[in-house]
């Protein structure tokens, strides 16, 4: 199976933290798309970001930034200066471009203490 | 817009009952999605539906049926419930075709079977 692997399975910081959550996913597609999702505790799942297989450039929106590297097959999230609204359960995810399926990672939870 | 709309949003059932969960989205959406989330497993793929009429197998098919008669709606059902199917439910909608980026997912509905 291609699998989505989050190794973290929970992060625990100080607000205003730097944190990184850690995404590996394995394909053998040429093209696919990656995701993240936030769940907070509410239980609802919110989108963070797609990138396209054939674009490796980093993003950055706000706090958020991330890391895509073909290479080690990573696409790894950071939250700069976390905030105690970042407390969530946060998902990495791979589409393929055939069926277009999305395949979640474990999860893994972070919790921002004050 | 409503978006993703899942009923009923909490359900509890006896082994060896049956039901159906329904999903409906307003945003005519090709591809819908049954996944079932747990503890420390992340989201898994039930069934999938690419169009109306049609249906195929996820991640974890087992034990459960689907029906996409009509476009905008997606049904999953449990023929028989057990213990094993006691999860959180999420349906999800998306249409890859038109550059839509990202799942759009229901409220989720909480399924114990005792």
């Known amino acids: 199976a291609q699998k989505v692997t989050q190794a973290q399975t929970e992060i625990s910081v100080v607000e205003k933290e730097d944190v990184t959550l850690d995404c590996v996913y394995e394909t053998r597609d040429t093209t696919y798309y990656l995701f993240w999702y936030k769940q907070p505790p509410s239980g609802e799942l919110v989108f963070l970001i797609r990138r396209n297989s054939f674009d490796e450039q980093n993003e950055i929106s706000g706090r958020y930034s991330w890391n895509f590297q073909k290479s080690t097959s990573s696409f790894n999230f950071t939250i700069t200066a976390s905030q105690v609204v970042d407390s969530a359960v946060y998902f990495c995810?791979?589409?393929?471009?055939?069926?277009?399926?999305?395949?979640f990672g474990s999860g893994t939870r972070l919790l921002v203490r004050p | 817009n409503a978006g993703v709309t899942q009923t009923p949003k909490f359900r509890v059932l006896k082994t060896g009952q049956s039901m159906t969960l329904l999903c409906a989205q307003d945003?005519?959406?090709?591809?819908m999605y049954w996944y079932r989330q747990d503890p420390g497993m992340g989201l898994r793929l039930i069934h999938y539906?690419?169009?109306?009429?049609?249906?195929a197998k996820g991640e974890v098919p087992d034990g459960y049926n689907v029906s996409r008669l009509k476009k905008q709606n997606f049904l999953l059902g449990l023929e028989s419930a057990a213990p094993s199917q006691t999860s959180v439910y999420f349906c999800?909608?998306?249409?890859?075709?038109?550059?839509?980026?990202?799942?759009?997912f229901g409220s989720g509905t909480q399924l114990s079977v005792l």
């Open positions: 999800a909608s998306t249409d890859w075709d038109s550059g839509v980026e990202k799942l759009f």
């Open positions: 945003m005519n959406h090709e591809y």
């Open positions: 539906s690419v169009g109306e009429g049609t249906t």
């Open positions: 995810a791979r589409a393929m471009d055939s069926s277009y399926k999305l395949i």
